[in-house]
């Protein structure tokens, strides 16, 4: 069983920071892609950021420049930082942890429960 938190959404002005956090419990499992999803009110769910299994980092067009994912594997976290935050970046903050086989067998697909960030002009 796997278990993903997230942490650190909050309200915060136009141009200001944010941290997110992803802490996972339980059996932690590797070879893993870590992500992060958003949700705005009225909206589908898109992906943010994206850590692969292969090492390699894939941003929205929306927030490049803007946001950095990492991962300690150590702690098992994974973070989102969040700069120069807009009006627009508003929305839940879904962690995700998934890995696909080659046969395109989801071996497993795990979400947080998401955190609210928002973001006053």
């Known amino acids: 069983q796997v278990q993903l938190v997230e942490s650190g959404g909050g309200l915060v002005q136009a141009g200001g920071s944010l941290r997110l956090s992803c802490a996972a419990s339980?059996?932690?499992?590797?070879?893993?892609?870590m992500a992060w999803y958003r949700q705005a009110p009225g909206k589908q769910r898109e992906l943010v950021a994206v850590?692969?299994?292969?090492?390699?980092?894939n941003y929205a067009d929306s927030v490049k420049g803007r946001f950095t994912i990492s991962r300690d594997n150590a702690q098992n976290t994974v973070y989102l930082q969040m700069n120069s935050l807009k009006p627009e970046d508003t929305g839940v903050y879904y962690c995700?942890?998934?890995?696909?086989?080659?046969?395109?067998?989801?071996?497993?697909?795990?979400w947080g429960q998401g955190t609210q960030v928002t973001v006053s002009t």
């Open positions: 339980g059996s932690i499992l590797r070879m893993n892609s």
């Open positions: 850590l692969t299994s292969g090492g390699r980092i």
């Open positions: 995700n942890m998934k890995k696909v086989l080659v046969n395109s067998y989801v071996e497993y697909d795990y």
